[in-house]
């Protein structure tokens, strides 16, 4: 049985300021750092085979505080960062909502093609289901960390357990440095074990941009 624990980066600036981050390469902040490194002594205790993350300095920085528990290397891919958000990155949620609002009403109601620039959900889920899937094959029957970012882990995850949208939007977002774990096996496929595990709680006011 193969163990893919997916986990989402440490918290940011942008993430205290409800600044929608997309694909934007937003650091760490001080609350980040001490997240990733009190998350990173809990999952080097499940020994991972393998570590892979988004290229995005966030997640990256997170997966680093792992390796270096581990001595484990970080693998790159670029396929597991986040939603693209078109033309509301860098704005407040705020801003967003007043310079496009036709645009956050849908988003809101859950449209999984909003406009506005934002990529898809359905392109969102495929990119990060098939990143899910060759990180899982590093190490079958083995445990990878997989280190992404809150929307687009929750879409990669409803891809592999084959969820639609309505499904998805009643699944809470995982908070800042919390991860979920999945498993495989021939006989069941991808099943659900866990879901929000972390330990350093921060409220999560949005679903995570």
Known sequence: MTRLIIWRHG??????????????DVPLNDLGREQARAAASVLAALRPDA???SDLRRA????????????LPVR???????????????????????RFPDEFARWRAGDPDPGAGIESLDDLGGR???????????????????????????????????????VLRSVGSLANCHWTE??????????????????ITQPALTDAV
């Open 76 to 98: 790159s891919d670029p396929r597991l960062r986040e939603r693209h958000f078109g033309q509301w990155q860098g704005l407040a949620l705020a801003e967003a909502a007043e």
């Open 60 to 71: 990256a920085d997170t997966a680093a505080a792992l390796a270096a528990s581990t001595g």
């Open 51 to 53: 570590i892979v993350a």
């Open 128 to 166: 990060l289901g098939a990143a899910f899937r060759d990180a899982a094959d590093l190490a079958t029957g083995g445990t990878v960390v997989v280190t992404t970012h809150g929307g687009g882990a929750r879409q990669g995850i409803g891809h592999l357990l084959g969820w639609d949208h309505v």
């Open 11 to 24: 918290n940011t600036d942008w993430n205290a300021q409800s600044r929608v981050q997309g694909q934007t």
């Open 182 to 199: 999945l498993r495989h096996d021939d006989d069941r496929g991808w099943h659900l074990r866990a879901h929000n595990v972390g330990l």
